[in-house]
């Protein structure tokens, strides 16, 4: 009996260990079918890489971690752009926590900042006709950057490389022309860019595929809801205003505006477009995460300064308002010394613009009525300059100084100032006024016995 219920009992375990068992596999079938059928965030990267994509890209990275996403596809078809801009969304990328996992998708071409951006990427795929490289650094002028700049930036790329475990040679062949590798197209003098088959031959792609589906096929996502981020209106616009150029131009407008506004009358026009330049300006830093609300702040209370000026005089109130609104600007780019080549430039423009207008349509515009002298003291109107004396030509006086040639005469009973016509006169000589311009008496000595 002792036996049998031996049996019994390990029968017993044995079944509640199965059961178990069952239990356990069958909670943990919903998290792997959760897993399966979970979110993929599909955050495309296109264009030109600049200021206004970055909060763009921060955005989507934000809402994937705030969702539990653990798949994001950056899919890259951009021929480059700004240095500066790249390594802030490479450094979003970096941030991401380990359980998000980046997959970089070449969709045409990843040119400069673009093949950056895909190194910082935990895997890359390419599509059959992908190219990926070609990353010299140059300046705003076109021309190759400076060694300093350059050699920052290419180590910049062996170490985005490194980081995921790529040989980083090729790496620094993308960016620097010095390094040999004419197997890929590549012979000194030349940066390097990969194909689709090249980079998957130096395991810088870990596939080729045709589409986005393929590539869900082939990370085993084709079950999993793909979520497309796009960018919003405000993102769209804000990357468009933090241009470099479109901020050159939109100070240019501004300044323009403003002094044009401050010497009119009244409020018109050209404030109005001024007030609306650089309002446009700070909304898109603001958006982009450049310009903070003090900048904004700061340029109301320089323009409230400035505006002040006209009532007080003295003119610190204006040097005061016009500094504070300067320093909000140069704090409200990304960087310091490109505002402040922006704002010389906007100046200068704004200068030669306001010659321009006020020369060629000042006359035409009312808006000038106030900056242009239109009237004129014409002797026509009654304005002259001085008392023109032409009662006294053709008289007779004496003189009571030595003329050298300026000296005085007597004419009846008043003193006049007058000037001989060239030679030297003596006091207590009888002279004879023969012209006169305005104030100027010119006399001529007379014969004696004349009278």
Not at 36 to 47: D, I, M, Q, T
Request: charge should be negative; proline fraction near 3%.
């Amino acid at each position: 009996m002792a036996v049998k219920g031996r049996v019994e009992m390990s029968k017993t375990k044995t079944f509640s260990w199965i059961l178990l068992c069952l239990i356990s596999f069958s909670l943990l079938l919903p998290s792997i079918k959760a897993g399966a059928s979970g979110k993929v965030y599909h955050v495309p990267l296109e264009n030109e890489v600049e200021e206004g994509l970055k909060a763009f890209v921060e955005r989507a990275f934000n809402e994937a971690l705030e969702n539990g996403v653990e798949t994001i596809i950056l899919e890259i078809h951009t021929p480059g752009g700004y240095v500066a801009s790249a390594e802030e969304i490479a450094n979003i990328i970096d941030q991401a926590p380990e359980q998000i996992e980046v997959i970089a998708f070449i969709n045409s071409k990843a040119l400069s900042a673009g093949a950056y951006l895909a190194l910082h990427a935990d895997e890359i795929y390419m599509v059959p006709n992908g190219t990926m490289g070609a990353a010299a650094i140059i300046d705003g002028a076109g021309n190759a950057a400076d060694d300093k700049r350059t050699s920052a930036w290419i180590a910049a790329m062996e170490a985005a490389a490194e980081s995921k475990g790529r040989d980083p040679i090729y790496a620094r062949a993308m960016a620097d022309k010095s390094v040999n590798l004419s197997k890929y197209r590549a012979p000194e003098g030349k940066l390097l860019t990969l194909s689709a088959r090249e980079a998957l031959e130096v395991q810088y792609s870990e596939g080729t595929v045709s589409n986005l589906k393929e590539l869900l096929d082939k990370l085993d996502l084709s079950e999993s809801e793909v979520v497309s981020i796009e960018p919003t209106f405000a993102e769209k616009l804000a990357s468009f205003i933090t241009n470099p150029l479109v901020v050159t131009l939109l100070l240019s407008i501004g300044c323009l505006g403003l002094v044009i506004e401050l010497f009119s009358p009244g409020f018109g026009v050209p404030g109005l477009i001024g007030l609306s330049s650089f309002a446009l300006f700070f909304f898109g830093h603001t958006v982009a995460g450049f310009a903070g609300y003090e900048s904004v702040l700061f340029f109301i209370i320089g323009l409230a300064l400035l505006v002040a000026e006209l009532f007080v005089p003295g003119g610190i109130v204006g040097l005061v308002g016009g500094a504070l609104m300067i320093i909000s600007l140069l704090f409200a780019g990304e960087s310091v010394v490109h505002m402040a080549y922006s704002i010389l430039i906007a100046v200068f423009i704004a200068i030669i613009g306001m010659v321009i207008v006020m020369k060629f349509f000042g006359k035409n515009l009312h808006v000038f009525n106030k900056l242009i002298l239109r009237d004129a003291t014409t002797t026509e109107e009654g304005y002259v300059s001085n008392v023109n004396r032409i009662d006294l030509l053709g008289k007779v006086g004496d003189s009571l100084t030595p003329l050298r040639p300026a000296g005085t005469i007597l004419v009846g009973n008043e003193r006049i100032d007058a000037v001989s016509e060239g030679s030297y006169i003596d006091a207590k000589r009888k002279v004879e006024i023969i012209q006169v311009e305005g104030s100027r008496i010119v006399v001529r000595e007379m014969k004696e016995g004349v009278e």
